[in-house]
């Protein structure tokens, strides 16, 4: 029953789930605000399986295909699946027919598709949008620029078959996430004026769930940090 990959797993969650403790703690907050999200991706199904057995009832993927084989192999685990990544838009519909959250729509053309794969599985999707934490002036490579904001909020809650429940975001590589995050607080408490019940805030990472929770994370992302390291992308 207990294998060494088990043992690890155990270990890792354990301190990931302590140093989330911490974080809250230190941040005046209850750890249970905080919800693990532990980002599965190159990780086999038995990982995943592993994981559930351990108590996570969140995980997270971030490419289309990956992430639709393993749902249907985990059909039968209690898991909520997020949708991270990247989204092609002629992938849309298709990730919305197995993600219980998509945590990555940055751009008006995804809504119409994603609302086509929630209807079809006749349940309402909820969505995050993912804003873009570069510094003003540089290209914004994922997530909505804040100054936009506002009008894709407005366009994802005209789909009744959308939920929209808060924002994600990243910090920028190279920067520093506590000057990130500080911004990303700013922009939400604005996004929350007019939508004061979308408030999740999906941020940080392996390196940076500390930041990210003291300025007000709902949802952190883990992945390394639990998993052990992925081989390097590009
Ligand atoms: C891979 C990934 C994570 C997890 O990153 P780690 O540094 O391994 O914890 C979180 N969020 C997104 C969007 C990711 O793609």
């Known amino acids: 029953m207990s294998t060494p990959r088990a043992e690890q797993l155990r270990a890792t969650l354990a301190a990931t789930r302590e140093r989330i403790a911490g974080a809250a703690s230190a941040a005046d907050r209850a750890p249970e605000d905080v919800t693990l999200v532990v980002v599965t991706k190159f990780f086999p199904a038995s990982d995943v399986r592993l994981l559930a057995d351990l108590g996570v009832d969140h995980v997270g993927e971030n ?28 992938k849309a519909a298709a990730v919305a027919r197995y993600a219980d959250v998509v945590e990555s729509v940055d751009r008006a053309d995804l809504l119409a598709r994603l609302a086509r794969g929630a209807q079809e599985r006749d349940a309402a999707l909820d969505v995050l949008l993912q804003v873009s934490l570069d510094p003003p002036g540089t290209e914004h490579r994922h997530g909505v620029a804040p100054d936009a904001l506002a009008e894709l909020a407005e366009q994802t809650v005209a789909h009744a078959a959308l939920r929209l429940r808060g924002l994600m975001a990243v910090a920028p590589l190279g920067a520093d996430p506590d000057e990130a995050f ?36 709902t949802h952190v992302r883990v992945g390394s940090a639990i998993l052990g390291s992925r081989p390097p992308v590009k």
Do not use: Y
């Open 63 to 90: 490419r289309h295909q990956e992430a639709e084989a393993k749902a249907a192999e985990c059909a039968d685990l209690d898991l909520h699946w997020h949708f991270v990544g990247g989204l092609q838009t002629n």
């Open 182 to 217: 500080g911004r990303l607080a700013e922009i939400r408490a604005g996004f929350l004026t007019d939508h004061p019940e979308a408030t999740r805030l999906s941020a940080g990472m392996s390196g940076d769930l500390e930041q990210a929770i003291r300025h007000g994370a």
